[in-house]
T-cell receptor
Framework: EAGVVQSPRYKIIEKKQPVAFWCNPISGHNTLYWYLQNLGQGPELLIR????????DSQLPKDRFSAERLKGVDSTLKIQPAELGDSAVYLC?????????????FGPGTRLTVL | GNSVTQMEGPVTLSEEAFLTINCTYTATGYPSLFWYVQYPGEGLQLLLK?????DKGSNKGFEATYRKETTSFHLEKGSVQVSDSAVYFCALALGAGGTSYGKLTFGQGTILTVHP
């Protein structure tokens, strides 16, 4: 069974440029999460989707970050414009659903460097 | 708010040594507790979990017991191997009842290096 797929694995951009990350969750998983992981820190939740609905986006900086999960499968996280402080690893995770605290399966992440 | 605190790393051990990584938490309500592991170049993987007080989670020789009285979930292994070298994250998640349901709150991670 394929795991959570993320692309690209690495991205280097200049500040003020836009950037997008893509995530394909495990087949059949209804819940999708985007996390931000700064160097030397644990992941922090940005947004959680139940199917195509964003049910928790309280930590998403909405002035520059946006996300979508059309058709309740793949998801895209966008930053526009990127700032130096956005350099981090962006992780996607999925679970069957959020009832009973089902295990979250993580992708390998996208490492973003903003110059 | 909810938070998780892990012992400072990195931790360096010789093969077959005993491992303890301390983890304490603060939470509103009764969280479930988790240990995730991140091997070099890979995504985070669930190592073990415990959903209520006094539960013991175990996997691959690792164990952790949910201690409500000390708000702790320390990770232990009796004899580490070189292949255990990784970053270990303690985390909590709250149950049903709000938009934060299912949200994992992580500690900062502890780097473990095991030498032959």
């Amino acid at each position: 069974e394929a795991g959570v797929v993320q692309s690209p694995r690495y991205k280097i951009i200049e500040k003020k440029q836009p950037v997008a990350f893509w995530c394909n969750p495990i087949s059949g998983h209804n819940t999708l999460y985007w996390y931000l992981q700064n160097l030397g820190q644990g992941p922090e939740l940005l947004i959680r989707y139940e199917n195509e609905e964003a049910v928790d986006d309280s930590q998403l900086p909405k002035d520059r970050f946006s996300a979508e999960r059309l058709k309740g499968v793949d998801s895209t996280l966008k930053i526009q414009p990127a700032e130096l402080g956005d350099s981090a690893v962006y992780l996607c995770a999925s679970s069957l659903d959020s009832r009973d605290l089902n295990e979250q399966f993580f992708g390998p992440g996208t490492r973003l460097t903003v110059l | 708010g909810n938070s998780v605190t892990q012992m400072e790393g990195p931790v360096t051990l010789s093969e077959e040594a005993f491992l303890t990584i301390n983890c304490t938490y603060t939470a509103t309500g009764y969280p479930s507790l988790f240990w995730y592991v991140q091997y070099p170049g890979e995504g985070l993987q669930l190592l073990l979990k415990a959903t209520k007080a006094d539960d013991k989670g175990s996997n691959k020789g690792f164990e952790a017991t949910y201690r409500k009285e000390t708000t702790s979930f320390h990770l232990e292994k009796g004899s580490v191997q070189v292949s255990d070298s990784a970053v270990y994250f303690c985390a909590l998640a709250l149950g049903a009842g709000g938009t934060s349901y299912g949200k994992l709150t992580f500690g900062q991670g502890t780097i473990l290096t095991v030498h032959p």
